[in-house]
């Protein structure tokens, strides 16, 4: 049986398959990107799912790098940035962590623990795209 033509890179890779994020369910069985959600954003276009992932993981460690620059203000400004980016390609633990992260701002918290718990989901996501990316690469 052939597979069909629209279905996406993302949706043929077991490992990045999911449900929707469920309350209370816990992050780590999700996959770092939600495959399901990417195809439906992307309208199972391959070669879109392919730009907007390459544009999100530069994007991702651009900010990252760029939140230890500035002031709080700052940081909470790229957070957000980063939040909306997150969920359009389905980096549901990237998107709660920089929500954590702006939300530290502006309790005036330490921003230590949220920063490194966004690192740590967006080194995660960046190593799912990177799989995706090579999976996609023509032999």
Known sequence: ???????????????????????????????????????????GDRNLEIQVLELFDRQAGLLLARMHEVAPAGVATLAHTLIGSARGIGAWRVAAAAEALERAVGETTNLVPALTRLAAAVEEARLAIGGLLKDAAPA
């Open 1 to 43: 049986m052939t597979e069909p033509a629209h279905q996406s890179f993302a949706m043929k890779c077991p490992a990045m398959t999911a449900s929707p994020p469920i309350a209370g369910q816990e992050p780590a069985q999700e996959p770092a990107i939600d495959a399901a959600h990417l195809s439906r954003m992307t309208l």
